[in-house]
């Protein structure tokens, strides 16, 4: 006996349906995706994550009713995971504990030529300078945490102050930083 194919004329709507709506929201997505993403890889890796989630999801008895909505939503769901799991890194956890070999790579080379080694060495004035004008407990918080990778439950164990105490003074030591560097930083930027 000859087995006859038979299909299924609601699946048939159902993958014609989804196809549609890929060929429509692609694109509108991709760009909504890019904008928020600098990384286009990572905007391409986050497209088909919510593009599988979509046939994940038509898959279920019960129908999406806004699909675009639902897609911008997944998107955004989906960018904020990708953002939590890079958390910025420490210096110290750069290039290993002793910090100084992270500050280095961070920092123009100073065998690239002239230019470069004014750079670097406008830089690390500028850095030093920050540093300096930072109170000495911040000063010291930023400095263990950053440069020498101490964790700040050791640091509060060692000096007898408690973790949220240390935390905020790094936290006032950024912020300086970041005001205090931003003008160098832009000048390089451009």
């Given at each position: 006996?000859?087995?006859?194919?038979?299909?299924?004329?609601?699946?048939?709507?159902?993958?014609?349906?989804?196809?549609?709506?890929?060929?429509?929201?692609?694109?509108?997505?991709?760009?909504?995706?890019?904008?928020?993403?600098?990384?286009?890889?990572?905007?391409?890796?986050?497209?088909?994550?919510?593009?599988?989630?979509?046939?994940?999801?038509?898959?279920?008895?019960?129908?999406?009713?806004?699909?675009?909505?639902?897609?911008?939503?997944?998107?955004?769901?989906?960018?904020?995971?990708?953002?939590?799991?890079?958390?910025?890194?420490?210096?110290?956890?750069?290039?290993?504990?002793?910090?100084?070999?992270?500050?280095?790579?961070?920092?123009?080379?100073?065998?690239?030529?002239?230019?470069?080694?004014?750079?670097?060495?406008?830089?690390?004035?500028?850095?030093e300078a920050a540093l300096e004008e930072l109170p000495a407990p911040q000063r010291?918080?930023?400095?263990?945490?950053?440069?020498?990778?101490?964790?700040?439950?050791?640091?509060?164990?060692?000096?007898?102050?408690?973790?949220?105490?240390?935390?905020?003074?790094?936290?006032?030591?950024?912020?300086?930083?970041?005001?205090?560097?931003?003008?160098?930083?832009?000048?390089?930027?451009?």
């Amino acid at each position: 006996m000859k087995a006859e194919l038979s299909i299924d004329p609601m699946a048939a709507a159902r993958e014609h349906s989804l196809t549609e709506i890929v060929a429509r929201e692609r694109q509108r997505l991709l760009r909504f995706i890019r904008r928020r993403v600098a990384d286009s890889g990572d905007a391409d890796d986050i497209l088909q994550d919510v593009l599988e989630e979509l046939v994940e999801a038509y898959r279920l008895p019960t129908p999406i009713e806004q699909v675009g909505a639902w897609l911008f939503q997944v998107a955004r769901n989906r960018i904020i995971d990708r953002f939590r799991k890079r958390r910025p890194q420490p210096l110290s956890e750069l290039a290993g504990a002793d910090g100084a070999a992270a500050l280095d790579d961070l920092l123009p080379a100073t065998d690239t030529g002239p230019e470069a080694a004014y750079a670097r060495r406008v830089l690390v004035d500028e850095l030093e300078a920050a540093l300096e004008e930072l109170p000495a407990p911040q000063r010291a918080a930023f400095l263990a945490h950053e440069l020498e990778g101490r964790s700040f439950k050791d640091m509060a164990a060692e000096s007898g102050l408690s973790i949220n105490t240390l935390l905020a003074r790094k936290h006032y030591a950024v912020r300086h930083l970041r005001q205090r560097l931003q003008g160098i930083y832009d000048e390089f930027a451009d």
